[in-house]
């Protein structure tokens, strides 16, 4: 059926672009020119014209469009599986940001707690550092005042 009007269709478009041609060409002169008197230079354009409508699929202006619209229909498609892969990336970003987010969370709650540990650490180094400089002075005034109850320097 569509290949049907479309067969009756491209006659009549043939014949509508030759009249406009042909006005646009001679315009009023046609009215005072001899019987066949254009048929030489016309001609040619009729002849292309033919060639045109007979071969070439864009001639049926339905056709074109039904042409141009599928390639705007696979270009749409095309970009509305790249907006989609777009959104599985971005939600793919999106559960990797929550993760970060709690591993962040996490690295903060173990830092605190290796300060914690490492400032306590540091603290008992520093207190046996003290006790065992105390003792290392002890023992040199004992042995300089001549026994541990530090007789001779009391």
Known sequence: MAEETAGRRIPFTFLEDIHQRFVRTYGRAVHTAQAYAMNDEFSR????????????????RINRIKG???QVRDVMIENIDKVLDRGERLELLVDKTATMQGNTFRFRKQARRFR???????????????????VIIYIAVA????????????
């Open 45 to 60: 354009v009729l002849s292309q014209q033919i060639e045109y409508y007979s071969n070439d699929p864009n001639a049926d």
């Open 68 to 70: 141009e619209m599928s």
């Open 143 to 154: 042995f300089v005042c001549h026994g541990p109850l530090l007789p001779s320097c009391i």
């Open 116 to 134: 914690s540990t490492v400032w306590w650490r540091n603290c008992k180094l520093t207190f046996l550092l003290i006790l065992v400089l105390l």
